[in-house]
T-cell receptor
Framework: EPEVTQTPSHQVTQMGQEVILRCVPI?????FYWYRQILGQKVEFLVS????????KSEIFDDQFSVERPDGSNFTLKIRSTKLEDSAMYFC??????????FGPGTRLTVT | AQKITQTQPGMFVQEKEAVTLDCTYD???????LFWYKQPSSGEMIFLIY??????QNATEGRYSLNFQKARKSANLVISASQLGDSAMYFC????????????FGKGTLLTVNP
């Protein structure tokens, strides 16, 4: 069964460093999303992406964040200068044109 | 105001019994969707079930069913014949109209299935 994949599973970085989180959505899906979940809290929407552009972003998604679909398969989230409060689980999700969003296994980002 | 409210931080159920996890929502849209996801201790988010606001029948997927009461704005998840592997965090989420299908999540309910 097709699934969303994410790499790495765990990323440790120092404050101020840039990180890129990678996702490979399900191949025929058209809509892509990033969410984050701070430890012990609920999942929060960051950004949605369709037709090679951002369709919506939350107030969390400030100038430090960017997304890109550099080729036909990858979907990346970049954080330019990480802060301690960026430590969280980051989920990529995708959907075709139906309602169900399928989530990847997540990348746990730890900023020290 | 919270858009998704899950009032049960934790629930316990005996193996093989049924359990209901509560979810209420708040929206002024006529078209919306409600979802339940399971998050085991390993961290991944597993889609369980979906209910559209115009669906007349309650959604069912195997041992999962969604008790949708539109007038009360509730979308409770019912798990029948609980298994030890059902122990996990359960999140209710909503998609509103014109929202690019982004999901708004509740705070979750931690379900523990006892043998």
């Amino acid at each position: 069964e097709p699934e969303v994949t994410q790499t790495p599973s765990h990323q440790v970085t120092q404050m101020g460093q840039e990180v890129i989180l990678r996702c490979v959505p399900i191949s025929n899906h058209l809509y892509f999303y990033w969410y984050r979940q701070i430890l012990g809290q609920k999942v929060e929407f960051l950004v949605s992406f369709y037709n090679n552009e951002i369709s919506e972003k939350s107030e969390i998604f400030d100038d430090q964040f960017s997304v890109e679909r550099p080729d036909g398969s990858n979907f990346t989230l970049k954080i330019r200068s990480t802060k301690l409060e960026d430590s969280a689980m980051y989920f990529c999700a995708s959907r075709i044109d139906t309602n169900e969003q399928y989530f990847g296994p997540g990348t746990r980002l730890t900023v020290t | 105001a919270q858009k998704i409210t899950q009032t049960q931080p934790g629930m316990f159920v005996q193996e093989k019994e049924a359990v209901t996890l509560d979810c209420t929502y708040d929206t002024s849209d006529q078209s919306y969707g409600l979802f339940w996801y399971k998050q085991p201790s390993s961290g991944e988010m597993i889609f369980l079930i979906y209910q559209g606001s115009y669906d007349e029948q309650n959604a069912t997927e195997g041992r999962y069913s969604l008790n949708f009461q539109k007038a009360r704005k509730s979308a409770n998840l019912v798990i029948s014949a609980s298994q030890l592997g059902d122990s996990a965090m359960y999140f209710c989420a909503m998609r509103e109209a014109g929202s690019n299908y982004k999901l708004t999540f509740g705070k979750g309910t931690l379900l523990t299935v006892n043998p």
